[in-house]
């Protein structure tokens, strides 16, 4: 291998081939020009570490040639070859940039040591730069892990995450970032847990399941690399069309070979575009914060194992009031509903005189078994005391947390838990549900809701005239015995009083059953259109013919043969007030007509899913 490629720059061959000769034997690799022209061609093509002009040369000379290579290429060591009388241009030409001079007529020896001293000067010169760099990328990294080390003081997997979103916008100069994390160690469902910048909550995905983002996200999963994707899938319209689409970058928190979280920064700084910079920085800090998410699952699993019952494996209650705290946190920060569920089963004295304190835990074992069986991977139990248990049903809303509360009730009386002990000794079995934000803003708001819904519940309709069990319309014909006399029309009032307040909360997911009879059918009408109008997020089912009216809102219609009540009645079901009323078609002849209706939760909730489980049809699903 040479010591080093050399351009030797002569007008006379005898020098040319004189330099060429000797720096062979010295081991160099040499090519030959004989004009200044002809060098710059050269040097179009190849590189070389040294370049031998001689000063005099016709056209391009020595010295305007160091001039235009060092304009090329500052970095470039050049060595002047001058006779004695030329000595003062070679110092005029060193000043332009020529490293070293050469006087002829010289000899191999002098010409190697001119050479060897300026290859010394350039590896010592290399080192320093090579070193310096190191030190430099030392720092950075070191800078890197002194920002990124306060990451693992937290264990806290929420504030966490947004403690990585800002540290990986801060690191690529984005304005916005999202991250969605996993839930465990080993969970495929990321969920969005952490934001910053101006971003709209509603418009993203609550969670990404790992195995369904697409073949274009491959590298992201399988090989954990970062990837730059466009913002838009359309050309920008604007009046420049070559506007660059500045693009999301989405970088990967892998611990291991597990995905732990996926975070999509946007919006740099400047409009620029995310570039291979950003993706390395991103993905260096990224890598430190996967590994302190991978430790807050790892003490949250912990956490929870400490304050789980080993037999019932319900959690203590102390620790639900702590996640309910940081759930309130969650859904406040990303417009997020939740529900909790409260479970009574009154005072265990009676079942504790008949069975052994060993008999009563299996009991509540037993209980607590029927209990977990029905709940999701995300919900969450906790016992408080023997008789008392509560439920964290995260992103519920009321109707799917009732939804829940009819199958916790089918569960348990299915079970047999509440007849264990034989004859009337029979547990009571109470449930409440309460929702975040409807139902309270603080944890000590929704306790105090559970708690009244508690003893709404004991007071109810339902249970003072033994209406559960009973058919729709059995019921309904029980409420009627309990009607008062009203003028026909209040039916009518009170009906586009409801259908308004479904409208004014067609936000919220709900359930309005309408049994239009002869009375209400103009109600019918009014309420389809209005529904059709506008976006309503309530679920309609109509007693009645579907060929009587037309709407573009999704409707549910039921012969009325199948209800069996020819009366009219509607109920409605959602996170707000909750009512159901019914009426008589015909007046008395003084001109009043049978009316009954009420707000009771507990009783409108049995109608809804008696009607659901006597009709086979999937309300509120």
Same mark, same amino acid.
């Given at each position: 291998?040479?010591?080093? !490629?050399?351009?030797?720059?002569?007008?006379?061959?005898?020098?040319?081939?004189?330099?060429?000769?000797?720096?062979?034997?010295? +081991?160099?690799?040499?090519?030959?020009?004989?004009? +200044?022209?002809?060098?710059?061609?050269?040097?179009?093509?190849?590189?070389?570490?040294?370049?031998?002009?001689?000063?005099?040369?016709?056209?391009?000379?020595? *010295?305007?040639?160091? &001039?235009?290579?060092?304009?090329?290429?500052?970095? %470039?060591?050049?060595?002047?070859?001058?006779?004695?009388?030329?000595?003062? *241009?070679?110092?005029?030409?060193?000043?332009?940039?020529?490293?070293?001079?050469?006087?002829?007529?010289?000899?191999?020896?002098?010409?190697?040591?001119?050479?060897?001293?300026?290859?010394?000067?350039?590896?010592?010169?290399?080192?320093?730069?090579?070193?310096?760099?190191?030190?430099?990328?030392?720092?950075?990294?070191?800078?890197?892990?002194?920002?990124?080390?306060?990451?693992?003081?937290?264990?806290?997997?929420?504030?966490?995450?947004?403690?990585?979103?800002?540290?990986?916008?801060?690191?690529?100069?984005?304005?916005?970032?999202?991250?969605?994390?996993?839930?465990?160690?080993?969970? *495929?469902?990321?969920?969005?847990?952490?934001?910053?910048?101006?971003?709209?909550?509603?418009?993203?995905?609550?969670?990404?399941?790992?195995?369904?983002?697409?073949?274009?996200?491959?590298?992201?999963?399988? &090989?954990?690399?970062?990837?730059?994707?466009?913002?838009?899938?359309?050309?920008?319209?604007?009046?420049?069309?070559?506007?660059?689409?500045?693009?999301?970058?989405?970088?990967?928190?892998?611990?291991?070979?597990?995905?732990?979280?996926?975070?999509?920064?946007?919006?740099?700084?400047?409009?620029?575009?995310?570039?291979?910079?950003?993706?390395?920085?991103?993905?260096?800090?990224?890598?430190?914060?996967?590994?302190?998410?991978?430790?807050?699952?790892?003490?949250?699993?912990?956490?929870?194992?400490?304050?789980?019952?080993?037999?019932?494996?319900?959690?203590?209650?102390?620790?639900?009031?702590?996640?309910?705290?940081?759930?309130?946190?969650?859904?406040?920060?990303?417009?997020?509903?939740?529900?909790?569920?409260?479970?009574?089963?009154?005072?265990?004295?009676?079942?504790?005189?008949?069975?052994?304190?060993?008999?009563?835990?299996?009991?509540?074992?037993?209980?607590?078994?029927?209990?977990?069986?029905?709940?999701?991977?995300?919900?969450?139990?906790?016992?408080?005391?023997?008789?008392?248990?509560?439920?964290?049903?995260?992103?519920? /809303?009321?109707?799917?947390?009732?939804?829940?509360? %009819?199958?916790?009730?089918?569960?348990?009386?299915?079970? +047999?838990?509440?007849?264990?002990?034989?004859?009337?000794?029979?547990?009571?079995?109470?449930?409440?549900?309460? *929702?975040?934000?409807? /139902?309270?803003?603080?944890?000590? &708001?929704?306790?105090?809701?559970?708690?009244?819904?508690?003893?709404?519940? !004991?007071?109810?309709?339902?249970?003072?005239?033994?209406?559960?069990?009973?058919?729709?319309?059995?019921?309904?014909?029980?409420?009627?015995?309990?009607?008062?006399?009203?003028?026909?029309?209040?039916?009518?009032?009170?009906?586009?009083?409801?259908?308004?307040?479904?409208?004014?909360?067609?936000?919220? !997911?709900?359930?309005?059953?309408?049994?239009?009879?002869?009375?209400?059918?103009?109600?019918?009408?009014?309420?389809?259109? %209005?529904?059709?109008?506008?976006?309503?997020?309530?679920?309609?089912?109509?007693?009645?013919?579907?060929?009587?009216?037309?709407?573009?809102?999704?409707?549910?219609?039921?012969?009325?043969?199948?209800?069996?009540?020819?009366?009219?009645?509607?109920?409605?079901?959602?996170?707000?007030?909750?009512?159901?009323?019914?009426?008589?078609?015909?007046?008395?002849?003084?001109?009043?007509?049978?009316?009954?209706?009420?707000?009771?939760?507990?009783?409108?909730?049995?109608?809804?899913? %008696?009607?659901?489980? /006597?009709?086979?049809?999937?309300?509120?699903?």
């Amino acid at each position: 291998m040479p010591k080093a !490629r050399v351009l030797a720059v002569d007008d006379q061959r005898y020098f040319r081939e004189l330099i060429e000769g000797l720096l062979a034997d010295e +081991g160099y690799e040499v090519v030959t020009a004989s004009s +200044g022209e002809e060098a710059l061609h050269v040097l179009e093509r190849e590189d070389f570490e040294i370049v031998l002009t001689d000063l005099v040369m016709p056209g391009i000379d020595g *010295t305007e040639l160091v &001039a235009r290579i060092k304009k090329r290429n500052p970095d %470039q060591e050049i060595v002047m070859v001058t006779g004695v009388v030329d000595v003062k *241009t070679a110092v005029a030409a060193m000043k332009q940039g020529a490293t070293d001079y050469i006087l002829k007529p010289f000899d191999r020896k002098t010409l190697a040591a001119s050479l060897d001293k300026i290859l010394k000067r350039r590896r010592l010169h290399d080192e320093h730069e090579r070193l310096m760099a190191e030190n430099l990328e030392y720092m950075g990294v070191l800078s890197l892990y002194e920002r990124a080390a306060s990451l693992f003081s937290t264990l806290a997997v929420e504030p966490l995450a947004e403690r990585i979103v800002e540290g990986l916008c801060l690191e690529t100069n984005a304005q916005g970032g999202v991250l969605w994390v996993a839930d465990e160690l080993g969970s *495929t469902r990321l969920r969005l847990v952490g934001l910053r910048g101006l971003i709209r909550v509603d418009e993203e995905p609550r969670e990404l399941i790992v195995d369904r983002l697409g073949t274009e996200f491959g590298p992201l999963v399988d &090989a954990g690399r970062s990837l730059i994707r466009p913002v838009r899938s359309e050309p920008a319209d604007t009046d420049d069309p070559t506007t660059p689409d500045p693009g999301m970058l989405y970088v990967p928190l892998r611990h291991g070979r597990t995905l732990l979280g996926v975070a999509r920064l946007s919006d740099k700084l400047d409009a620029d575009s995310f570039d291979d910079t950003d993706r390395a920085a991103a993905e260096k800090f990224a890598g430190l914060g996967a590994s302190a998410i991978a430790n807050a699952l790892r003490f949250r699993a912990l956490e929870r194992l400490s304050f789980r019952d080993p037999a019932t494996k319900a959690y203590s209650h102390a620790y639900f009031e702590d996640v309910v705290r940081n759930e309130i946190q969650k859904a406040s920060r990303f417009g997020r509903q939740f529900s909790i569920v409260r479970i009574d089963c009154g005072a265990l004295d009676g079942l504790r005189e008949l069975a052994s304190q060993n008999g009563l835990d299996a009991w509540i074992h037993s209980l607590t078994h029927s209990l977990t069986s029905v709940l999701r991977t995300t919900d969450l139990l906790a016992a408080d005391g023997e008789s008392r248990y509560s439920m964290l049903l995260p992103e519920t /809303d009321a109707l799917g947390a009732a939804i829940l509360k %009819q199958r916790l009730e089918e569960t348990v009386a299915g079970s +047999g838990a509440l007849d264990a002990f034989g004859g009337t000794n029979r547990a009571e079995f109470t449930l409440a549900v309460a *929702t975040y934000p409807t /139902d309270g803003t603080q944890l000590d &708001a929704l306790e105090r809701a559970l708690e009244r819904r508690i003893a709404e519940d !004991r007071l109810s309709l339902l249970r003072s005239l033994d209406l559960a069990g009973r058919p729709f319309a059995e019921i309904l014909s029980s409420l009627l015995e309990e009607a008062e006399s009203e003028s026909p029309d209040l039916p009518v009032r009170v009906g586009r009083f409801l259908i308004g307040e479904v409208l004014r909360r067609r936000g919220e !997911r709900g359930l309005l059953v309408l049994g239009p009879g002869r009375s209400l059918g103009p109600i019918v009408e009014e309420s389809l259109e %209005q529904l059709s109008a506008r976006t309503a997020q309530t679920e309609v089912v109509i007693i009645g013919d579907a060929a009587s009216s037309q709407g573009a809102h999704p409707v549910t219609w039921v012969d009325p043969a199948r209800v069996g009540i020819l009366d009219p009645f509607m109920l409605y079901y959602g996170d707000g007030p909750v009512y159901a009323m019914v009426g008589a078609d015909k007046a008395s002849p003084e001109g009043e007509a049978p009316f009954f209706h009420t707000g009771d939760r507990a009783l409108v909730e049995h109608l809804a899913f %008696q009607l659901k489980r /006597d009709l086979g049809i999937p309300l509120g699903a």
